[in-house]
């Protein structure tokens, strides 16, 4: 939403829309709207959502966000997974950058950053090993992705999948600290 709140809904011919689960609405929501909402396409249970100055990763089965990148210094506008690496995604930013996340290495800091326009860059899309960025002017950039970037590391899917499973577990077990401190 234009609130920085997500939700999951089903509709089915015939019927009212049915609104199953509502993310971030006790914490972790975006200081703004969400530009970019997009499933792990190696590990479905999990997506990312993009909004504000962070990308956040989330859990169809918890409320508030496993993980989420550093604030960044300027207004975040789209992002998207690596179709080919379960741990690795593409976020676009108003000042004209690309950064480049890789959680499988490391989770806390940016793997790549590169100045690709003046103009603020609005959307992304990733096909094998380009990339295509459009920017506020209309202009389109092609980019050549580096083999590091499009070819799976060996057990990323299962060393990723770990990753979010821990953190979804750490999620769970502070939500449940949280409502036991609450009743007392």
């Known amino acids: ?60 089965d918890l409320k508030s966000p496993l993980m989420q990148t550093k604030y960044h210094d300027s207004y975040l506008t789209d992002g998207c997974w690596s179709p080919q690496r379960p741990g690795l995604f593409y976020l676009t930013r108003m000042d004209g950058f690309i950064d480049i996340w890789d959680y499988f290495y490391r989770q806390n800091e940016v793997a790549y950053s590169q100045k690709i326009s003046d103009n603020p860059l609005t959307c992304i899309s990733l096909h094998g090993s380009k990339s295509a960025m459009g920017d506020s002017e209309g202009s389109i950039i092609l980019m050549a992705l580096c083999p590091s970037l499009y070819e799976p590391q060996p057990n990323e899917k299962d060393e990723m999948t770990k990753i979010f499973d821990r953190e979804a577990a750490r999620e769970k077990n502070l939500e449940m600290a949280r409502r036991q401190a609450e009743t007392k």
Request: proline share 5%; net charge positive.
């Open 1 to 60: 939403t234009e609130q920085g709140y997500i939700f999951q809904a089903n509709k089915r011919p015939g019927k009212q829309v049915e609104v199953n689960q509502r993310f971030g609405v006790a914490s972790g929501k975006h200081h703004g709207p969400i530009y970019a909402l997009q499933r792990n396409p190696h590990i479905t249970k999990y997506f990312m959502s993009v909004g504000d100055w962070t990308a956040k990763i989330w859990s169809e």
